[in-house]
T-cell receptor
Framework: DVKVTQSSRYLVKRTGEKVFLECVQD?????MFWYRQDPGLGLRLIYF???????EKGDIPEGYSVSREKKERFSLILESASTNQTSMYLC?????????????FGPGTRLTVL | AQTVTQSQPEMSVQEAETVTLSCTYD???????LFWYKQPPSRQMILVIR??????QNATENRFSVNFQKAAKSFSLKISDSQLGDAAMYFC????????????FGQGTTLQVKP
């Protein structure tokens, strides 16, 4: 079974703090993704990576950065957390040679910024 | 921009009955795939069913089936004999043949199953 894990299920941070969200997958997937999930807006792609040290902006990259130093790990960084970044964050991964591009998801991190 | 639209924010169904969740998409690509994902409360999102656009036959997985209308760009999910465990948020998504593996997700539909 593919396993995608995220470092925290719940996180509470203060405005202005630097926040790190970690995601690890154990299936040697090349592609990794960070989404933000908000009611009524579905999943919106923040950043994705198709190889180590490679990253591309998604639809809503402002206020976020990412790091992928190892194939299995993809980190999302909030440089200076703001209250409008309170949300559910989902990490996903997929196998590049999978024709269907099926994505496997982590359990999510619910981040609250006070 | 390519979009996926789920026009039903919430749906409810009586246990053992059938419910259909709607999804429309907007793409000019010829080679694409469509997915329904399920996100149970406080649990991980999982793939329910997928459909290749080049296949005319509708995909089925046990009690889950789709109605794929390519010309209308419609991809609805039918859940037969609904069970309490089907209660979840369901997301429709579209993917394309590319190495990036990006998917475009709809807004989601919350399904309530009443005993």
């Amino acid at each position: 079974d593919v396993k995608v894990t995220q470092s925290s299920r719940y996180l509470v941070k203060r405005t202005g703090e630097k926040v790190f969200l970690e995601c690890v997958q154990d299936m040697d997937h090349e592609n990794m993704f960070w989404y933000r999930q908000d009611p009524g807006l579905g999943l919106r792609l923040i950043y994705f990576s198709y190889d180590v040290k490679m990253k591309e902006k998604g639809d809503i990259p402002e206020g976020y950065s990412v790091s992928r130093e190892k194939k299995e790990r993809f980190s999302l960084i909030l440089e200076s957390a703001s209250t409008n970044q309170t949300s559910m964050y989902l990490c996903a991964s997929s196998f590049q040679r999978d024709t269907y591009n099926e994505q496997f998801f982590g359990p999510g991190t619910r981040l609250t910024v006070l | 921009a390519q979009t996926v639209t789920q026009s039903q924010p919430e749906m409810s169904v009586q246990e053992a009955e059938t419910v259909t969740l709607s999804c429309t998409y907007d793409t000019s690509e010829s080679d694409y795939y469509l997915f329904w994902y399920k996100q149970p409360p406080s649990r991980q999102m999982i793939l329910v069913i997928r459909q290749e656009a080049y296949k005319q036959q509708n995909a089925t997985e046990n009690r889950f089936s789709v109605n794929f209308q390519k010309a209308a760009k419609s991809f609805s999910l039918k859940i037969s004999d609904s069970q309490l465990g089907d209660a979840a948020m369901y997301f429709c998504a579209e993917g394309f043949s590319s190495n990036t593996g990006k998917l475009i997700f709809g807004q989601g539909t919350t399904l309530q199953v009443k005993p």
